[in-house]
Nanobody, 122 residues
Framework: QVQLVESGGGLVQAGGSLRLSCVVS????????MAWFRQAPGLEREFVAS????????LYADSAKGRFTISRDNAKNTVYLRMNSLAPGDTAVYYC???????????????WGQGTQVTVSS
């Protein structure tokens, strides 16, 4: 059974940085496209970034471009999201997801973690 476990969330001041991690149990990690989504209270879950299985291709939401970087280490079964220049609008629960193809829509990812809270204070 494949499990995704996120970590690295927390409370940070505006302008600060965080690095989220997601460890995926099981085999064949490199066959999964991986993604980060987020959901703020009262809002729908939204795409943040995704990365192909071997890490050569990445996609970003406009809100993440230039500030966030998605990466992966297939030897460690881990995907990362480096977040810089954080703003209060980035406050949300961040979810890691895995799927067969590099996409932006949540319905294209069939495996999900439990989420990690990121809170950015002004």
């Amino acid at each position: 059974q494949v499990q995704l476990v996120e970590s690295g969330g927390g409370l940070v001041q505006a302008g600060g940085s965080l690095r989220l991690s997601c460890v995926v149990s099981g085999r064949a990690f490199s066959t999964y496209a991986m993604a980060w989504f987020r959901q703020a209270p009262g809002l729908e879950r939204e795409f943040v970034a995704s990365i192909s299985g071997v890490g050569r291709t990445t996609l970003y939401a406009d809100s993440a471009k230039g500030r966030f970087t998605i990466s992966r280490d297939n030897a460690k079964n881990t995907v990362y999201l480096r977040m810089n220049s954080l703003a209060p609008g980035d406050t949300a629960v961040y979810y890691c997801a895995a799927g067969p193809l590099l996409r932006r829509e949540s319905h294209d990812f069939n495996l999900w973690g439990q989420g990690t809270q990121v809170t950015v204070s002004s």
